[in-house]
T-cell receptor
Framework: DAKTTQPNSMESNEEEPVHLPCNHS???????IHWYRQLPSQGPEYVIH???SNVNNRMASLAIAEDRKSSTLILHRATLRDAAVYYC???????????FGKGTKLTVNP | GAGVSQTPSNKVTEKGKYVELRCDPI?????LYWYRQSLGQGPEFLIY????????DSGLPNDRFFAVRPEGSVSTLKIQRTERGDSAVYLC???????????FGPGTRLTVL
């Protein structure tokens, strides 16, 4: 799988926006960018995915750089329930397995 | 609707014993995945089923690990001659079709004493 690089940890205050970066400089043209998150003591949870265009859903927005070598997951208003480890994943085309790195541990301060 | 369920939630066993971990995917999901997660690490892929067949078992660490999905629904992960290094949370996920999101269960925490 294309490798991703994420900061180990980030902090945010409640009700403020959070921008979680991911670098994937070796991404290929067919690689989708997936984001999952894992709340404490739970299994991972899908957040969002995209290929080239920016994507929005009820949980978050995904901003993809024009050269696709980086992306940013945006939580518009962080809540305490958003405290989790966020994983940026690039499954290879045709491969169904997700290769998780260590992700970014997001702490949300009240 | 019901999500992915896994049983048992916790399993404590002794070194050398055999264990079975069960996964019930979301009804109608044809793809099923097993991962394991050690403390402080991200989940690690083990095996992927499409229907009844194992489409990718490249993540199984050795021949002590085996998984089946005989009717294309429930899956069982089997570990023979357990070792202390097998202690981890074993996660199961399912999805409805290629490139769709994977829905994860809560996991089974396996402890090998």
């Amino acid at each position: 799988d294309a490798k991703t690089t994420q900061p180990n940890s980030m902090e945010s205050n409640e009700e403020e926006p959070v921008h979680l970066p991911c670098n994937h400089s070796t991404i290929s043209g067919t690689d989708y960018i997936h984001w999952y998150r894992q709340l404490p003591s739970q299994g991972p949870e899908y957040v969002i995915h995209g290929l080239t265009s920016n994507v929005n859903n009820r949980m978050a927005s995904l901003a993809i750089a024009e050269d696709r070598k980086s992306s940013t997951l945006i939580l518009h208003r962080a809540t305490l329930r958003d405290a989790a480890v966020y994983y940026c994943i690039l499954p290879e085309g045709g491969s169904e397995k997700l290769v998780f790195g260590k992700g970014t541990k997001l702490t949300v301060n009240p | 609707g019901a999500g992915v369920s896994q049983t048992p939630s916790n399993k404590v066993t002794e070194k050398g014993k055999y264990v079975e971990l069960r996964c019930d995917p979301i009804s109608g999901h044809t793809a099923l995945y097993w991962y394991r997660q050690s403390l402080g690490q991200g989940p690690e892929f083990l095996i992927y089923f499409q229907g009844t067949g194992a489409a990718d078992d490249s993540g199984l660490p050795n021949d002590r690990f085996f998984a089946v999905r005989p009717e294309g629904s429930v899956s069982t992960l089997k570990i023979q001659r357990t070792e202390r290094g097998d202690s981890a949370v074993y996660l199961c996920a399912s999805s409805s079709y290629i490139h769709n999101e994977q829905f994860f269960g809560p996991g089974t925490r396996l402890t090998v004493l």
